[in-house]
């Protein structure tokens, strides 16, 4: 959406019923035909806008897309998202935040996207990222912290997806999966990717990744008995504007709470209260191997807690957790 699109778009909203195209031309200073063109783009962005000979243009209903027009209204944060590059379609929005931070762009700015070619999840693996049904974006982190710390990022951005979704979707039953999963009935319904540039002493930049599936009616059939996303759990179609906006409010306050206490202290409680691991039987993989035992809850800096059928009480700083049927605990 270009600049004059966009003010278009501001004097439909402001607009009464219908608004002529010679009452916009007149306050933009373009013609009533330049004017017509950028209602065509506005209805093809997916606006419903009723046009009549005599009175003009009036705006119906607004697109489902994480336009910046649209998630603006929705945030209540100093910084996250006061700066928002849409892109219908690019490679990566972590790729592309991490550009923009090489480029100076300020902490808080968000890329986001409505489909990914080349979406990323951990260890090189693909994230689906099909158009016009989901969430992807990245928030640019410059956080003053010990690179040490930088991985507890990734449990303040699920908390923070967590809150948001039940912020917009309260009927939909989501749990946190240690480190960077958000599951809705044992599925994956969002993921997070948390990529830094390091020094040994120094964090020059975090991009959060953050990945929903919201209005599928399917997901891709390799991931069928894995994922889902919020359509097919709550019946119903979400607003991805104000779910971002939801998403980007919480960010702001846990990341900020965060830095505040200089440890995840703030949100330990809420991550253990919704934990899809607690007292649940786990395989959980890493570089070293795989561990089998049931998750005890995450330690204060993080690390997930496995207790092996010996009693033996293990932390795990990262990997990849796959839950058990409970028959295969013993
Ligand atoms: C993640 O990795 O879960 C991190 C996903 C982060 C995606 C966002 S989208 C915006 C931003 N820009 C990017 O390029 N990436 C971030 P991981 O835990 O490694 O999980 C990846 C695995 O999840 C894949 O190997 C699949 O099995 C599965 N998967 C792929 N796409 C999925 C989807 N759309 N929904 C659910 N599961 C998916």
Not at 40 to 68: H, M, Q, T
Not at 75 to 101: E, K, M, P, Q, W
Not at 173 to 200: F, H, M, Q, Y
């Amino acid at each position: 959406m270009n600049e004059t699109t966009g003010q278009i778009l501001a004097l439909l909203k402001a607009g009464g019923e219908y608004l002529s195209g010679e009452e916009i031309g007149g306050k933009l200073g373009i013609s009533r035909s330049a004017v017509w063109k950028h209602v065509r783009d506005l209805k093809e962005a997916g606006y419903g806008i009723v046009s009549s000979p005599r009175k003009g243009y009036g705006l119906r209903d607004v697109a489902n897309v994480p336009f910046a027009a649209e998630v603006t209204p929705h945030l209540g944060t100093a910084t996250f998202g006061r700066r928002i590059d849409y892109h219908d379609a690019i490679d990566s929005t972590n790729r592309v935040a991490g550009d923009l931070a090489r480029q100076g762009a300020a902490e808080g700015t968000v890329v986001v996207a409505d489909a990914q070619s080349a979406g990323r999840g951990r260890m090189g693996r693909r994230w689906e990222s099909p158009a016009g049904e989901n969430l992807y974006f990245s928030v640019l982190l410059t956080p003053n912290v010990e690179p040490a710390r930088v991985p507890q990022l990734a449990l303040v951005a699920a908390v923070a997806v967590h809150e948001g979704l039940a912020a917009c979707c309260p009927e939909i039953p989501a749990r946190i999966k240690w480190p960077n999963d958000i599951l809705v009935e044992g599925r994956k319904v969002a993921g997070i990717l948390c990529e830094a540039s390091l020094e040994a002493d120094r964090v020059h930049r975090v991009v959060l990744g953050i990945g929903i599936n919201v209005n599928g009616v399917s997901v891709p059939r390799a991931l069928r008995a894995s994922a889902t996303t919020l359509r097919i759990a709550g019946g119903r179609e979400v607003s991805r504007p104000a779910l971002l906006g939801a998403v980007l409010n919480q960010l702001e306050a846990r990341y900020q709470g965060w830095l505040r206490d200089g440890s995840l202290s703030g949100i330990l409680d809420y991550f253990e209260r919704h934990s899809a691991l607690n007292g649940r039987p786990v395989a959980a993989e890493n570089l070293s191997g795989v561990v089998h035992g049931t998750a005890r809850g995450i330690t204060p800096t993080g690390e997930l807690v496995i207790e092996t059928a010996a009693g033996a009480l293990l932390q795990l700083l990262a990997g990849d957790v796959h839950l058990l049927p409970l028959k295969e605990a013993q």
